[in-house]
């Protein structure tokens, strides 16, 4: 099945504690994203990547770090988490070939205290 | 810059009911206009999209027009269904900027039997 599959799905953590929330794809996609929901905001880009081993800076790239190693993991890196970090996280796949549709995973809802 | 304005929420409806949620947007270049749903608890899924002026896109009894006149992308359904209780989101993807995707705030519709 093609799927987009984010871990943990539920996370609880403190200030300043490093955290890696991962994303990987089977679909065999060029493109990847991070994206934070928040309330009356809708969702906003982190990071993303055309390819392995380039990545860029989106609207909302401070406190996070991401790494494009394999073409099917898309990790995203919190390395000194704070509380505004504290947000529902979704990563999404595309193939750049075949159109503009995004595939999302379910989404990690981090808090960070 | 590329943004999405949409209609806030909630919006509380019957079964049966019409719905309409308004979109707007503003674009420097011929963006594509998609309308993604998030069911609880789970990622974003495409719900339709439209490329090109007067294009109307439909799915699962949803309808939007693409109007270029009133940079519009209003999301309407004729007879809801309890079912339809969902956040929605009105996007834009705009080739110049690398297809990135710029997300309204979201809508959510609770539909009441």
């Known amino acids: 099945e093609a799927q987009v599959t984010q871990n943990p799905r539920y996370l609880i953590t403190v200030t300043g504690k490093k955290l890696t929330v991962t994303c990987s794809q089977n679909m065999n996609h060029e493109y990847m994203s991070w994206y934070r929901q928040d309330p009356g905001l809708g969702l906003r880009q982190i990071y993303y990547s055309m390819n392995v081993e380039v990545t860029d800076k989106g609207d909302v790239p401070e406190g996070y770090k991401v790494s494009r190693k394999e073409k099917r993991n898309f990790p995203l890196i919190l390395e000194s988490p704070s509380p505004n970090q504290t947000s529902l996280y979704f990563c999404a796949s595309r193939d750049l070939r075949r159109g503009e549709k995004l595939f999302f995973g379910s989404g990690t809802q981090l808090s960070v205290l | ?113």
């Open chain 2, 1 to 113: 810059g590329n943004s999405v304005t949409q209609m806030e929420g909630p919006v509380t409806l019957s079964e049966e009911a019409f719905l309409t949620i308004n979109c707007t947007y503003t674009a420097t270049g011929y963006p594509s206009l998609f309308w993604y749903v998030q069911y609880p608890g789970e990622g974003l899924q495409l719900l339709l999209k439209a490329t090109k002026a007067d294009d109307k896109g439909s799915n699962k009894g949803f309808e939007a027009t693409y109007r270029k006149e009133t940079t519009s992308f209003h999301l309407e359904k004729g007879s809801v269904q309890v079912s339809d209780s969902a956040v929605y989101f009105c996007a834009l993807s705009d080739r110049s900027n690398d297809y990135k995707l710029s997300f309204g705030a979201g809508t959510t519709v609770t539909v009441r039997a």
